[in-house]
């Protein structure tokens, strides 16, 4: 009997075996949040559109644009603009990030039913 890339040895009980596929759905589960965060980008402007930033699902600037004459502004503005659009750039990172966090621990909590029934562990 096999679950997933770990073969189990002869004569495994079949409440392990059946154990080993429920913990494998679960770690598969947590491996795709890990894998789904840490590939995002996020990306945020600022009001006037002339700053956008992008940030990692860390919430860690990776970029970073400024429209071609907006120095002339001045460094507070500019400062103030670049901070806008960062703050918009982690709103929306953190907004994904609990919505895939929700959904996470629906799957989890879908697993966990799924092995106290198949288990008949109520």
Known sequence: MTT????????????????MQFLEKFSSALSDQ??????ATFTGTD????VEVTVDGARWLTGLHVED???????DEVSSRINEALQNAQAAASESI???QAQLYANLAGITQSMKNGLDLT
Do not use: F
């Not at 009001?47 to 002339?50: G, I, P, Q, S, V």
């Open 4 to 19: 997933g890339s770990n073969q189990l040895p002869p004569g495994t009980h079949p409440q392990v075996a059946e154990t």
């Open 34 to 39: 890990v894998q789904q965060v840490s590939t």
């Open 47 to 50: 009001e006037d559109k002339t």
């Open 69 to 75: 004459g907006l120095l002339r502004l001045g460094a």
């Open 98 to 100: 609990r919505e895939k």
